[in-house]
């Protein structure tokens, strides 16, 4: 493509020729709007969709399927929420190609086990509707139980997509673990940065930019299968930053500038590039990522924040399941 063709191009267009764009979204009009490979959801965006009257059907369909199994009480609730994250999905299938990534629930972040097991409830429920589980990712938080949950899935065939990751040692270990799919914050990594030091950062120097790119070149030079999907924006400086990035989850709004947007985009991450970087390999175990998580006030203050708010977004959405259930 000739320089003043690209020029002629959407920047979402000439993004999607070296990048796999994701909707970051439950609106499936907006999905549609942007044909994305694929989607990714979160408690905080289920919450926003089901609360719109055009998927209010789901949730009286998710209510329906779990009353059929008989239970009864929080029980319930938790099993509409289940069956309510499935119909989203399901629904996104059948807009996007690729793979649709469905997260347990954060208030599991500290329970290896119980990830587990919801983990393979969500699979069979998507299986139960005839989907293939290498359509879905389960999305899972980055604490150390959570990617030690996440090993245990890959092996079993059901691929994850490990979220809340703020660090490079988090990275490193799901690398390790041999899972599918990382997706590193941007946005709240900037905002970390912004309220402590009272200054703005352009997007070649952001904070959240600089770390993803970090992951990127590592995970890239020793071979890592790990794909990297950075995530949370705030502008589409940062995705303009990071454009060779193997997936880049994007908001709406952000999809939108970019498709409206016909300027040059320039790759500027790719595996060639980072094989050349001298980067020194740092060995990975529960003591050293502790003990990493634990010197980064960054990562620690945004991956408990971040499970405090999803967390919260579930509650939330229970309470709403819980109003249709006692109607």
Not at 43 to 51: D, E, F, S
Not at 55 to 69: F, G, I, R, V
Not at 276 to 283: A, S
Request: charged share 25%; proline share 3%.
């Amino acid at each position: 493509m000739s320089l003043q063709t690209k020029a002629q191009t959407d920047q979402l267009s000439q993004l999607k020729t070296f990048t796999t764009v994701v909707a970051d979204t439950g609106d499936f009009t907006s999905i549609k709007a942007y044909e994305p490979q694929d989607a990714t959801t979160n408690p905080t965006l289920i919450l926003k969709a089901v609360q719109m009257d055009a998927y209010s059907h789901l949730l009286e369909k998710a209510t329906a399927e779990a009353e059929a199994s008989g239970l009864h009480g929080d029980a319930l609730i938790d099993r509409v929420m289940d069956h309510l994250l499935v119909l989203f999905g399901q629904e996104i299938l059948k807009i996007i190609p690729g793979r649709v990534s469905t997260e347990v629930d954060a208030r599991l972040s500290f329970d290896t086990q119980g990830t587990i097991t919801k983990a393979r409830e969500i699979i069979a429920m998507y299986q139960a509707k005839g989907i293939d589980s290498d359509r879905v990712l389960i999305k899972i938080t980055s604490t150390w139980e959570g990617l030690q949950a996440a090993r245990v899935l890959e092996k079993e065939g059901i691929h994850c997509n490990l979220t809340l990751l703020f660090s490079l040692v988090q990275a490193i270990e799901a690398a390790e673990g041999k899972i599918t799919l990382i997706s590193p914050f941007v946005g709240r990594i900037l905002d970390w940065y912004k309220e402590k030091t009272k200054r703005d950062y352009s997007p070649v120097e952001d904070p959240g930019v600089q770390s993803v790119t970090q992951i990127y070149h590592y995970l890239k030079h020793y071979g890592y299968k790990t794909q990297v999907m950075g995530a949370s924006f705030r502008n589409a400086g940062e995705i303009r930053e990071l454009a060779g990035c193997d997936l880049l989850t994007i908001s709406p709004n952000l999809l939108d500038e970019l498709q409206n947007s016909h300027e040059p985009l320039e790759r500027k991450l790719s595996e060639a590039k980072a094989r050349k970087e001298p980067i020194q390999r740092i060995p990975m175990d529960e003591k050293n990522f502790r003990w990493h998580m634990n010197a980064d006030p960054m990562a620690t203050a945004k991956l408990a924040e971040g499970i405090r708010n999803f967390a919260a977004d579930t509650e939330k959405l229970a309470d709403i399941i819980a109003s249709e259930v006692i109607d």
